[in-house]
Structures are given as C-alpha cells and as structure tokens.
C-alpha cells in the first residue's frame, strides 16, 4: 500500500486530539488523525436507552479556562454547550452512614458535623501557618498541616475521590492540584490566599458580564454530541479510525506511523511531525525507538481502574436529588466510591419523576472490585443504595456497567522525572509531541488547553 502523506499525524481522536485537530484545521494545518477505535471520543461516550440519556465515561467538564469557552464559540452552529442547574452546586458527603452537605464557606466550615471541634479552630488558624518546605509532600500530608485530620478525611478524600479515584496519601499537589499548591507557596494560605487572589483579579481582569469561571457544563442530548460536533469542524474526511498495532518511527527527517486496519490491512503514513495524545500505557508499543531507560519513567504512570454502574429509575423514591452527587470518604469503609445526580442538573437525562444515577467504584484503595463479575458488582450496588439512598427496595429499569482499566492517572511524586522524560524525547526527536493525560492536568478544560497549546506548538 502506497503511503499517505501529510504534515501532520494526531495519533488518539479522545478530546486532546479532536481538540488539537480543531485547532490544526482551524490554522489551515495539514493533518491526519487516527485512532484505534472505530469512534472517535475514546471514553466519553453517550448512550440513550428507555427515556434516559447517560455518560458511559466522564458525565461533566469544568470551565477553569478560557479556552473552553472559546471552543465552544467555535462549534456554537453544530454544538449547544449545556451549563448546569444551580443544583450542582451542592455536593453530599457520607458521614456515619448519612449524607451531610459540604460547606462552601468559613462560616459553614465552622458549622458542618463533618469536622471535629479542634480540627474547626485549625481552619480558623490556617492563614497564619507557615509555608510548606517539602516540594514532593503528599496532599495528605499538606492537609494535615495546614487543616487537620477530620478535614481531610471529609473534605479532601471525597473530593480527591470524586476527581482522581485516587489517594491523597499517594497524590503530590504540585503535580494534581497546581493551584492548590501555588495558594501556599505564593500567599502563604489557602484561605488567605484565595481572598488575596480574588483581590488582585477585581483589580487587573474586567468584570466579566456573566459568571462563567469554574461552571460545570455539559452538552445538550450529551457529550458524545461534543466529540461528533469536534470531528466535523475539523474535517471528517481528516479521520483513520480502527487501526491497531499503531508505531511510530523516525525516518529521514519524518515520521512513519503504521497500523493494522480491522481488515487485517497494514496502513502507513509519512508526516513531518507526530502528535501522541494516548494515554502512557500505549507509549511503550507506539515509540520502540526510545531507550527503556526513558521510556520507563514516562511509562510507569499509576492509572486507577473504575467500574462505573448507571443506573435508570423510571419513578425515583429514594433520597432528595437536589446536589451534583454525593461522595464517600475511605474512611466509612464502604465498597462504592460515590453516586452522581446527572438527572439532577442535566436536562432531559431521565422521564419526568424518574432519576438517572452514576455510581462508581474501584479507584487506586479498590482496584481488586474492577475484577469483579457483574453480579457481584451490583450486589455491592444493591446492598449501598439500599443503605445510604433512601430506597426500600433496588428495582432499576436501567442497569449499565462500564470498566475501565486504566481510567485515571495518578500524578504523584515520580511526576517530576517523567515529565523531564518528556521535554528530553520532545527536544531529542525534533518534531514529535507527546500530549494526553500523562500530563499538563486530567480534567475536560485541561484536555481542551492541551489540545490546542499542541496544535499552536507544531512549527
């Protein structure tokens, strides 16, 4: 087969690459895409089954940076950008075997049952502890210090279970949360320092018309509409999708990228320049050229593995849906990691008077339930929701069961050396870029800035 021919080769069409394709296009690049999946989108994925419409991978996006909303400016004629209900706004948290809502304020952090008394006149006493020295501490070392034991029991391990499935006894702020980790260097404090930052945006950014910053969204009639509305607006026509057995090699001042197609047919690409936005565990296979020695600490990345269970109820009678969702310390020692309202904030997700549910399980404490068969997955389900949400009996009209081996990355300590790892390959073979996940954040906005910082990057 004669090879193709092009500038540029985008290997993973998830939202990094159909981002990073929009751009391309929208520069007037020359580029190809190709992914192993016969889709585009990788794990964001819709389905709409018996009146509900559900996620089988992430449910929602944050609008952390201005990019997002750019994008969605671009695509606004084949794509309706979906801003969630003010119900979102609340989130649960299970102590002691009941939900309890998480304060957003000082004065509810005084308030809360979630925090012990002494771990209370901790929180009043954070703006005038000192700065962390330690640039590898653990996040659960950094809430301990600043915050307390309770705090970080039932605040913080729910939300890092929430975000990353993960562990704060594993996470590293300066890698997983940046601007955590800047609020103490930089002012001293969180709470100090998210006023003092506050203070200086009033006085520097205009007032913006409408209050967009950190907003949760969606897509209307669901996210796989996004990644289908992406693709077009950078050329259908620009897709190779199903091909397997991808590598990439460097030859004569180019890059050749072969793979198998679902006939059993080698396809071949010449390019100038190649983008990987896969995640690391397919690096090893795609990039034979590099030395193990470098390959390794790019590839040894931790990846939570998550089954997630949707879950439709035609007439719902449990538990007042009137949050984003409802998350689950380790600490309650329970065998689910949390449950999502979507139907809550999303519009048209369940029938009128029913609920559509996400609940998720597993995560870096539990990889051994990814394991499990399906039966025993929704018995623990059964036995939780029975428990903790209200309902007398478990009688869904919708079950839906998804896993994901390697569904998020961790960003701990061992960060540092890979993406040193990273920026030596980029600045050794002239013209590859390695993008996806393995990191600059693991969120939809942080995919989406990525995507687009590598498409402005290729020279």
Same mark, same amino acid.
């Given at each position: 087969?004669?090879?193709?021919?092009?500038?540029?080769?985008?290997?993973?069409?998830?939202?990094?690459?159909?981002?990073?394709?929009?751009?391309?296009?929208?520069?007037?690049?020359?580029?190809?895409?190709?992914?192993?999946?016969?889709?585009?989108?990788?794990?964001?994925?819709?389905?709409?089954?018996?009146?509900?419409?559900?996620?089988?991978?992430?449910?929602?996006?944050?609008?952390?940076?201005?990019?997002?909303?750019?994008?969605?400016?671009?695509?606004?004629?084949?794509?309706?950008?979906?801003?969630?209900?003010?119900?979102?706004?609340?989130?649960?948290?299970?102590?002691?075997?009941?939900?309890?809502?998480?304060?957003?304020?000082?004065?509810?952090?005084?308030?809360?049952?979630?925090?012990?008394?002494?771990?209370?006149?901790?929180?009043?006493?954070?703006?005038?502890?000192?700065?962390?020295?330690?640039?590898?501490?653990?996040?659960?070392?950094?809430?301990?210090?600043?915050?307390?034991?309770?705090?970080?029991?039932?605040?913080?391990?729910?939300?890092?279970?929430?975000?990353?499935?993960?562990?704060?006894?594993?996470?590293?702020?300066?890698?997983?949360?940046?601007?955590?980790?800047?609020?103490?260097?930089?002012?001293?404090?969180?709470?100090?320092?998210?006023?003092?930052?506050?203070?200086?945006?009033?006085?520097?950014?205009?007032? *913006?018309?409408?209050?967009?910053? +950190? =907003?949760?969204?969606?897509?209307?009639?669901? /996210?796989?509409? $996004? @990644?289908?509305?992406?693709?077009?607006?950078?050329?259908?026509?620009?897709?190779?999708?199903?091909?397997?057995?991808?590598?990439?090699?460097?030859?004569?001042?180019?890059?050749?990228?072969?793979?198998?197609?679902?006939?059993?047919?080698?396809?071949?690409?010449?390019?100038?320049?190649?983008?990987?936005?896969?995640?690391?565990?397919?690096?090893?296979?795609?990039?034979?050229?590099?030395?193990?020695?470098?390959?390794?600490?790019?590839?040894?990345?931790?990846?939570?593995?998550?089954?997630?269970?949707?879950?439709?109820?035609?007439?719902?009678?449990?538990?007042?849906?009137?949050?984003?969702?409802?998350?689950?310390?380790?600490?309650?020692?329970?065998?689910?990691?949390?449950?999502?309202? *979507?139907?809550?904030?999303?519009? +048209? =997700?369940?029938?009128?008077?029913?609920?559509? /549910?996400?609940? $998720? @399980?597993?995560?870096?404490?539990?990889?051994?339930?990814?394991?499990?068969?399906?039966?025993?997955?929704?018995?623990?389900?059964?036995?939780?929701?029975?428990?903790?949400?209200?309902?007398?009996?478990?009688?869904?009209?919708?079950?839906?069961?998804?896993?994901?081996?390697?569904?998020?990355?961790?960003?701990?300590?061992?960060?540092?050396?890979?993406?040193?790892?990273?920026?030596?390959?980029?600045?050794?073979?002239?013209?590859?870029?390695?993008?996806?996940?393995?990191?600059?954040?693991?969120?939809?906005?942080?995919?989406?800035?990525?995507?687009?910082?590598?498409?402005?990057?290729?020279?």
């Amino acid at each position: 087969m004669t090879p193709l021919q092009t500038d540029i080769v985008v290997i993973g069409a998830g939202l990094t690459g159909l981002t990073t394709a929009h751009y391309l296009n929208k520069a007037g690049k020359n580029f190809l895409v190709i992914d192993r999946n016969p889709f585009v989108g990788g794990a964001i994925q819709t389905a709409s089954e018996e009146g509900f419409t559900f996620e089988k991978g992430p449910s929602t996006g944050v609008m952390s940076n201005e990019t997002v909303g750019e994008l969605f400016e671009d695509l606004k004629d084949i794509c309706t950008l979906e801003r969630a209900a003010d119900t979102v706004n609340k989130r649960y948290v299970l102590k002691d075997g009941r939900w309890e809502a998480l304060p957003s304020g000082l004065m509810g952090g005084i308030t809360t049952p979630l925090f012990t008394l002494y771990d209370k006149f901790r929180i009043l006493g954070e703006p005038f502890r000192k700065a962390g020295t330690n640039p590898n501490e653990t996040l659960a070392e950094l809430v301990k210090r600043r915050m307390g034991n309770s705090f970080l029991d039932y605040a913080i391990d729910p939300f890092i279970i929430g975000v990353y499935a993960g562990d704060p006894a594993y996470l590293v702020p300066r890698f997983a949360l940046p601007k955590l980790y800047n609020l103490e260097q930089k002012y001293g404090s969180f709470i100090g320092g998210a006023i003092k930052m506050g203070r200086e945006k009033a006085k520097t950014q205009p007032k *913006p018309k409408k209050k967009e910053s +950190n =907003r949760i969204f969606s897509v209307e009639g669901g /996210l796989t509409n $996004f @990644m289908k509305a992406l693709q077009q607006s950078a050329g259908a026509d620009k897709f190779i999708l199903g091909i397997n057995n991808l590598t990439i090699t460097p030859e004569n001042g180019h890059y050749t990228v072969k793979g198998i197609n679902f006939q059993g047919e080698e396809i071949s690409i010449h390019a100038k320049q190649a983008i990987t936005t896969v995640g690391a565990h397919e690096l090893e296979m795609m990039l034979p050229f590099v030395e193990k020695t470098t390959l390794d600490k790019i590839t040894n990345l931790l990846y939570a593995k998550v089954v997630q269970v949707s879950l439709g109820f035609k007439q719902w009678n449990g538990f007042e849906l009137d949050a984003f969702g409802g998350l689950i310390s380790f600490k309650e020692k329970r065998d689910i990691l949390g449950v999502l309202f *979507p139907s809550a904030f999303l519009k +048209n =997700r369940a029938p009128e008077g029913g609920a559509m /549910l996400s609940v $998720f @399980m597993g995560g870096v404490r539990r990889p051994e339930i990814h394991g499990l068969s399906d039966e025993a997955i929704l018995q623990y389900v059964k036995k939780e929701m029975c428990s903790i949400m209200g309902l007398k009996s478990f009688n869904p009209d919708l079950v839906r069961i998804f896993r994901y081996r390697e569904a998020i990355p961790q960003y701990g300590a061992d960060c540092e050396a890979r993406f040193a790892a990273v920026e030596a390959l980029e600045k050794q073979y002239s013209g590859l870029y390695i993008g996806g996940n393995l990191r600059n954040g693991i969120g939809m906005a942080d995919r989406i800035l990525q995507g687009k910082n590598l498409a402005e990057g290729v020279k």
